[in-house]
């Protein structure tokens, strides 16, 4: 194991250039673990740290998806029952994945402060196959139950969402590769390569990312000029497009979900869903009309721009 450290939807579309109707899939959006990937140094069976708290966890139990780590009790209410350790045999802790604070992983979601409505609808559409693109939740969402998936949604609804993401604007970045559990982190070779037309985001602290430690975040790095391209496109047709459903500063109003301070993998990743229909329900029929022109390139500026708000 390594230590590196590097330091929904709704917006209106008003006579911007078009593009394709149907974008090429991109693939940094969606990681997947390598095949073969690099490999890693062997665990040594000891229990590993995380700064400022004073529990230690063994790779197994990092990895128990059904009792995960909780480094920092202190920092979020008392977890339910479905979030801590879910209900076995089909239903993993919510928290396995986005950790007790909400905030997750690129290759998961931060839901953290997201109307628990809103929560309880995707979960319904994942039920009922309207959204696709994860076959894990859809498979927790059959499987749970009513009681499991009121109260994990009311627990995350109650969060703050923290600052979780620095956005860096680069012409270069680190080579990565997707470690298991689609966790994406630094090449072994340590080199650099041109970023291009991609969303790269990398753990402030790799050791934290893969001990599913909600202390340390992320760097998003974009391309050069995409944050200010995305915020013309975002508020184009004004007053502020976006935030008409969006709320305020983009911080989410009611039943509708922020994007402020959201990751930008994940926000690049549901527009894509949604304009190729892997993401459908109710609550997207709005956006269907508006995502359909959109390139990649616009769903990557706007994704930096929300990424840069404040949560």
Same mark, same amino acid.
């Given at each position: ?7 929904? +939807? ?12 149907? %974008? ?14 690099? %490999? ?31 480094? &920092? ?37 931060? !839901? ?42 009311? &627990? ?12 860096? =604007?680069? =012409?270069? *970045?680190?080579?990565? &590769? ?21 969303? !790269?985001?990398?753990? =402030?602290? =790799? ?33 502020? %497009? ?16 922020? +994007? ?30 508006? *995502? ?20």
């Amino acid at each position: 194991m390594r230590k590196t450290a590097l330091g929904v +939807l709704g917006f209106a579309w008003f006579g911007l250039a078009a593009s394709a109707l149907a %974008a090429d899939r991109p693939e940094w959006a969606f990681p997947v673990t390598d095949k073969t990937p690099p %490999a890693m140094l062997p665990d040594d069976g000891k229990p590993k740290s995380a700064p400022g708290s004073d529990r230690g966890y063994t790779r197994a139990q990092i990895e128990d998806l059904f009792n995960p780590p909780d480094w &920092y009790p202190n920092i979020h209410p008392a977890m339910p029952s479905v979030v801590a350790k879910g209900e076995a045999p089909n239903v993993r802790a919510c928290a396995a994945c986005h950790l007790p604070t909400g905030t997750g992983h690129t290759e998961s979601a931060n !839901i953290a402060a997201m109307p628990a409505s809103y929560l309880l609808q995707q979960m319904d559409d994942y039920k009922t196959g309207a959204r696709k693109g994860s076959g894990s939740m859809l498979a927790i969402a059959k499987a749970i139950s009513d009681e499991g998936n009121k109260a994990a949604a009311a &627990y995350f609804a109650s969060l703050k969402q923290p600052k979780w993401i620095r956005v860096v =604007e680069a =012409e270069t *970045v680190p080579k990565t &590769y997707v470690a298991a559990g689609n966790k994406r982190v630094i090449h072994p070779d340590h080199i650099f390569e041109p970023l291009g037309a991609r969303v !790269i985001e990398l753990a =402030e602290d =790799e050791n934290r990312l893969l001990n599913r430690d909600p202390g340390s975040g992320f760097v998003a790095f974009v391309p050069k000029g995409s944050v200010e391209k995305g915020k013309a496109l975002a508020q184009s047709g004004g007053p502020q %497009a976006c935030a008409q459903c969006h709320g305020e500063d983009n911080r989410g109003a009611k039943e509708i979900p922020g +994007l402020a301070g959201r990751t930008p993998t994940y926000l690049v990743r549901q527009l894509f869903m949604i304009q190729n229909g892997e993401r459908a329900g109710v609550g997207v029929e709005p956006m269907k009309a508006i *995502v359909a022109k959109l390139s990649v390139d616009d769903m990557l500026n706007l994704a930096a721009y929300f990424g840069s708000l404040e949560p």
